[in-house]
């Protein structure tokens, strides 16, 4: 066993439940922009709809199965490199769509199907791939997670607050509206201060493995961005649906990622110090592209469709 498999980071249960119900909190301000209209604004551009759940939960997952191949990471990391790649979609991928002038409609719905179907897809994927790399199931067999622990996992931390968020943009819209700016910066606050709490409390171990996940995580990231771009441009997407399905498979829930890290293989050095720095790196490099992109609209005269006001 490698040195890193053998760190297991420091995370007390206290804080643990506090950061379970952050996430809920987090989701439910997410659920609070949502209305059934945006479900049906997406079902106007279904192929990038499809694409970008396609590529999501599905390709996404399989590439990073084959790209472990590739890179031989050790254990840990390649087992949270496969935790990541089965996360829905991030909660800042909206604002970096809107920021980059791509079809924030289109974003939203996806982000929004991605984590409705995240409800089952995450267990299913992380257990079947899990399982099935060589470098991989010895940990998944020696933590012995069944995939349906995880999914009452995940329905208490997503679907739930999705629910209720929705429940009440639909009873109270004068509230939900009031609330959306506010709630969608403290969101953003409390996942970077999540991801970066993570890592401050395990400041000497992250240092000392740092070098075994820029460059995976780099390479990880990257793959996901460019393979959105590339198949929307191949099946003949407008340019703002391109660059809303990019950042829907580029961008990932790494705090999801990261409480079920601390809920299931207690803290375990390498996935978590791949997932915290995914949830650090995806934003850098997300930001990056976005301000490119903003400065480069997309002609509006491509066909997409438009966001409504």
């Known amino acids: 066993m490698a040195p890193i498999d053998q760190v297991h980071l420091s995370f007390n249960p206290q804080t643990l439940t506090l950061l379970n119900a952050v996430l809920g909190?987090?989701?439910?301000?997410?659920?609070?922009?949502?209305?059934?209209?945006?479900?049906k604004v997406a079902l106007k551009t279904p192929k990038a709809l499809a694409l970008g759940l396609f590529g999501h939960h599905l390709l996404f997952p399989a590439m990073t199965y084959v790209l472990i191949w590739i890179l031989q990471p050790v254990p840990s990391i390649a087992l949270g490199m496969i935790l990541v790649s089965s996360c829905p979609a991030g909660h800042i991928s909206n604002f970096l769509v809107h920021y980059s002038k791509g079809n924030t409609a289109l974003s939203v719905s996806v982000s929004a199907l991605s984590t409705v179907v995240a409800l089952f897809m995450t267990p299913l994927n992380f257990a079947f791939w899990g399982n099935l790399h060589p470098i991989t199931s010895s940990l998944m067999k020696e933590v012995a997670m069944s995939p349906w622990e995880m999914l009452e996992v995940i329905v208490m931390l997503l679907g739930v607050p999705l629910v209720l968020g929705m429940?009440?943009?639909?009873?109270?819209?004068?509230?939900?509206?009031?609330?959306?700016?506010?709630?969608?910066?403290?969101?953003?606050?409390?996942?970077?201060?999540?991801?970066?709490?993570?890592l401050g409390a395990n400041f000497r171990h992250f240092m000392d493995y740092i070098s075994l996940v820029l460059g995976v995580v780099f390479v990880h990231n990257l793959m996901a961005l460019i393979t959105g771009y590339g198949l929307s441009a191949a099946i003949g997407l407008p340019e703002r649906d391109r660059r809303a399905i990019t950042f829907e498979m580029g961008i990932q829930n790494s705090g999801l990622g990261l409480i079920l890290i601390f809920n299931f293989f207690d803290g375990l050095g390498g996935m978590a110090i791949v997932t915290a720095w995914w949830g650090v790196w995806h934003i850098v490099a997300g930001m990056a592209l976005a301000t490119f992109w903003k400065n480069r609209p997309p002609n509006d005269s491509d066909g997409a469709v438009k966001e409504q006001a």
């Open 25 to 39: 909190l987090v989701m439910f301000g997410v659920a609070l922009e949502l209305r059934v209209e945006d479900f």
């Open 167 to 198: 429940w009440v943009a639909r009873q109270f819209p004068g509230f939900a509206h009031k609330a959306q700016k506010p709630m969608k910066v403290l969101s953003l606050v409390i996942l970077i201060a999540f991801i970066g709490g993570a």
